[in-house]
């Protein structure tokens, strides 16, 4: 038997078990799941497969939203923090292989293992826009990803979720009790695909997977009942409405307050703030704190003044086989030209703008970036519950980058 065979051998006996794990999931433990997050889902059409299912990113758990609805296995596309967890990662590869993609990076090799598993007749799943949303709104979906769709062979499945960010907000902890839904929205065959261009199929897939909660909520308003609904919304929002003082926001149980000002208001049920807050909902702000930054990264600033610094942080870089290595515990700053790290003891990383071609958020305010040598590096906050938000670091390094 030759090493390719071997391998082939080994793929079909990992997929075997894949499949076992899918079916006791699917048929035990997809009534528990439905309940928490007050979910209902449409079962998938029988497809030709393989299939590559894209969906919307809107909760922690979409993974299992979106395989509620298909009996058949998929290997999904998961954040490569997944296989940093010990024993739980170990447990998740052995039940579920997930790709791992590592963000804040630009990761082919993600590509070419994607496209393995659908030419080897394996199902797979991947959220195109990658990353979950803030505000309620999808992120961009590029090119890439009817590329992909085009070459990889395999039949094309739109999926959507509806409801989710308003039942598990990104920035937010625990699940509220409302109403969430799943459908498969449209499939395209090979054929239809090879007729389409990059363009009309990356078209397809925005459309097909759109959702907006508050337009949703204009429709038919659900109530989204739960403890603490503000809590951990400085992660995602840091100027005030109200007053515009950067880094004043804090939140507690279902309130959400400016210590600057006083500015203050629920987050109500229904994802509103009150009406004197400054912003009706996480959409508003979300344009409101955009605008704010693009002016704070666009007004003269000398190159010694950063424009935020954090403290209590850990650094680490992370290698392609998942391997972290600790550089130490310190502050971080934006500058106009630079980002630097400055540990307590050891050596500073400080990487000039252009330096740094990827930067993302995983999580609530996990802080991942690379830079033009390929090195990947990731900031947590030394709290388990830290209040740190990175995406105002994220969005001024776009606007001084020019992609936004």
């Given at each position: 038997?030759?090493?390719?065979?071997?391998?082939?051998?080994?793929?079909?006996?990992?997929?075997?078990?894949?499949?076992?794990?899918?079916?006791?999931?699917?048929?035990?433990?997809?009534?528990?799941?439905?309940?928490?997050?007050?979910?209902?889902?449409?079962?998938?059409?029988?497809i030709?497969?393989?299939?590559?299912?894209?969906s919307?990113?809107?909760?922690?758990l979409?993974?299992?939203?979106?395989?509620?609805?298909?009996?058949?296995?998929?290997?999904?596309?998961?954040?490569?923090?997944?296989?940093?967890?010990?024993?739980?990662?170990?447990?998740?590869?052995?039940?579920?292989?997930?790709?791992a993609?590592?963000?804040?990076?630009?990761?082919?090799?993600?590509?070419?293992?994607?496209?393995?598993?659908?030419?080897?007749?394996?199902?797979?799943?991947?959220?195109?826009?990658?990353?979950?949303?803030?505000?309620?709104?999808?992120?961009?979906?590029?090119?890439?990803?009817?590329?992909?769709?085009?070459?990889?062979?395999?039949?094309?499945?739109?999926?959507?979720?509806?409801?989710?960010?308003?039942?598990?907000?990104r920035?937010?902890?625990?699940?509220?009790?409302?109403?969430?839904?799943?459908?498969?929205?449209?499939?395209?065959?090979?054929?239809?695909?090879?007729?389409?261009?990059?363009?009309?199929?990356?078209?397809?897939v925005?459309?097909?997977?759109?959702?907006?909660?508050?337009?949703?909520?204009?429709?038919?308003a659900?109530?989204?009942?739960?403890?603490?609904?503000?809590?951990?919304?400085?992660?995602?929002?840091?100027?005030?409405?109200?007053?515009?003082?950067?880094?004043?926001?804090?939140?507690?149980?279902?309130?959400?307050?400016?210590?600057?000002?006083?500015?203050?208001?629920?987050?109500d049920?229904?994802?509103?703030?009150?009406?004197?807050?400054?912003?009706?909902?996480?959409?508003?702000?979300?344009?409101?704190?955009?605008?704010?930054?693009?002016e704070?990264?666009?007004?003269?600033?000398?190159?010694?003044?950063?424009?935020?610094?954090?403290?209590?942080?850990?650094?680490?870089?992370?290698?392609?086989?998942?391997?972290?290595?600790?550089?130490?515990?310190?502050?971080?700053?934006?500058?106009?030209?630079?980002?630097?790290?400055?540990?307590?003891?050891?050596?500073?990383v400080?990487?000039?703008?252009n330096?740094?071609?990827?930067?993302?958020?995983?999580?609530r305010?996990?802080?991942?970036?690379?830079?033009?040598?390929?090195?990947?590096?990731?900031?947590?906050?030394?709290?388990?519950?830290?209040?740190?938000?990175?995406?105002?670091y994220?969005?001024?390094?776009?606007?001084?980058?020019?992609?936004?």
């Open positions: 038997m030759t090493k390719m065979d071997s391998n082939v051998k080994k793929e079909k006996a990992a997929h075997r078990r894949h499949q076992g794990v899918w079916n006791f999931f699917w048929y035990f433990t997809a009534p528990f799941f439905k309940l928490i997050y007050s979910y209902k889902c449409k079962a998938a059409p029988k030709k497969g393989p299939y590559l299912v894209i919307n990113h809107t909760t922690e979409d993974c299992v939203l979106v395989g509620l609805s298909f009996k058949k296995q998929m290997y999904f596309v998961a954040s490569e923090h997944v296989y940093r967890k010990g024993w739980i990662s170990k447990l998740l590869r052995w039940a579920f292989e997930p790709i993609k590592i963000k804040g990076s630009s990761d082919t090799l993600t590509v070419m293992k994607i496209i393995r598993k659908l030419r080897n007749g394996y199902n797979v799943c991947l959220f195109a826009e990658g990353n979950r949303s803030f505000d309620g709104r999808n992120f961009p979906v590029f090119d890439a990803t009817g590329k992909l769709a085009k070459i990889c062979g395999a039949s094309l499945v739109t999926y959507r979720i509806e409801g989710g960010y308003l039942t598990n907000p920035w937010g902890f625990g699940i509220r009790r409302g109403k969430a839904y799943g459908q498969v929205v449209n499939v395209y065959s090979p054929k239809q695909l090879a007729d389409m261009s990059v363009e009309e199929i990356t078209q397809a925005v459309s097909d997977i759109n959702e907006d909660a508050y337009e949703r909520q204009a429709i038919k659900v109530a989204y009942k739960g403890k603490n609904r503000a809590l951990g919304i400085e992660c995602a929002y840091c100027v005030c409405p109200r007053c515009r003082t950067l880094g004043k926001i804090t939140s507690k149980g279902n309130k959400v307050m400016c210590t600057q000002c006083g500015n203050e208001s629920d987050f049920v229904y994802g509103n703030f009150n009406p004197d807050f400054g912003v009706k909902n996480t959409e508003e702000w979300e344009d409101l704190q955009e605008d704010y930054l693009k704070l990264a666009t007004a003269d600033r000398d190159e010694a003044t950063p424009f935020f610094t954090d403290s209590d942080l850990s650094l680490k870089t992370v290698d392609s086989d998942h391997n972290e290595k600790d550089l130490g515990s310190g502050r971080m700053a934006l500058y106009k030209n630079r980002f630097e790290f400055l540990p307590q003891s050891g050596k500073a400080s990487l000039l703008i330096d740094i071609p990827d930067m993302s958020v995983y999580s305010n996990g802080f991942v970036f690379s830079d033009s040598a390929g090195t990947h590096y990731e900031i947590k906050a030394n709290q388990k519950k830290s209040p740190l938000n990175v995406r105002k994220i969005t001024i390094w776009k606007i001084l980058r020019g992609n936004l």
